[in-house]
């Protein structure tokens, strides 16, 4: 982050590399909000400007808009996995941590709706490998007498009509119509939070 002055006008220490990795995770957070408020377009200068850093910071860790925009989709699909390692994880958390990022990303709902299945030659690979990862962290705690278990393509098909119910200007509209979704697919969501491990 920025350097500010410490009371007595000196500067604080240099933090090296611990500064770029808290940079880094407070860019791909700012990121993430910022693309929730106005969408995918939204100027670099405004995700540098809420993670606190100057725009030397963000090119130094994302090269272009692009770059900011996987590092979100990674974190999103990395804390979904994590989600489904905890000890103590079963569906209906995994599904809660899935949804909070269905309401926070409306590019995460297009990686979503990535299907390797049908062979679509227009999904980039990368989109295509995030979303078997998910499916993979998702099948993990999926029991097989669950409702979302008794076809091989029932659980992303749900998760995709989910995906496409998740509208509107602000997250709690968001959040609102994803769990009424998932309450019409007769499926039980835990908590919608990011994954806290």
Same mark, same amino acid.
């Given at each position: ?16 590399? @611990?500064?770029? $990795? @808290?940079?880094? &995770? ?5 990121? #993430?909000?910022?693309?929730?408020? %106005?969408?995918?377009? &939204?100027? !670099?200068?405004?995700? $540098?400007?809420?993670?606190?850093? +100057?725009?030397?910071? =963000?090119?130094? /860790? ?15 699909? #990395? ?6 390692? &905890? ?13 909070? /990022?269905?309401?926070? %990303? $409306?590019?995460?709902? %297009? ?9 679509? /030659? +227009? ?5 295509? &490998? ?10 993990? /705690? =999926? ?20 995906? +496409?119910?998740?509208? +509107?200007?602000? #997250?709690?509209? #968001?959040?609102?119509?994803? !769990?009424?979704?998932?309450?019409? !697919? ?12």
């Amino acid at each position: 982050m920025t350097q500010q002055s410490l009371p007595d006008g000196r500067r604080p220490a240099n933090e090296g590399p @611990r500064a770029a $990795a @808290r940079n880094r &995770a407070a860019l791909i957070a700012a990121a #993430r909000e910022i693309y929730a408020e %106005s969408g995918l377009e &939204a100027p !670099l200068s405004a995700i $540098a400007r809420r993670a606190g850093v +100057g725009q030397g910071v =963000l090119y130094r /860790h994302f090269p272009d808009r692009a770059a900011v925009a996987l590092a979100v989709l990674e974190e999103n699909v #990395r804390q979904i996995e994590q989600a489904a390692a &905890a000890p103590d994880a079963d569906i209906a958390q995994v599904l809660g941590v899935l949804t909070w /990022h269905q309401t926070e %990303s $409306a590019a995460f709902i %297009s990686v979503l709706h990535a299907d390797g299945a049908g062979g679509h /030659h +227009g999904t980039p690979a990368f989109a295509l &490998a995030l979303s078997q990862r998910v499916e993979r962290a998702l099948r993990r /705690h =999926l029991p097989d007498d669950h409702r979302l278990a008794a076809e091989p393509d029932d659980l992303m098909i749900a998760v995709g009509m989910v995906s +496409g119910a998740v509208t +509107g200007p602000t #997250r709690e509209q #968001r959040e609102r119509r994803a !769990l009424a979704a998932w309450r019409l !697919l007769g499926v039980e969501v835990g908590p919608v939070r990011p994954f806290e491990g």
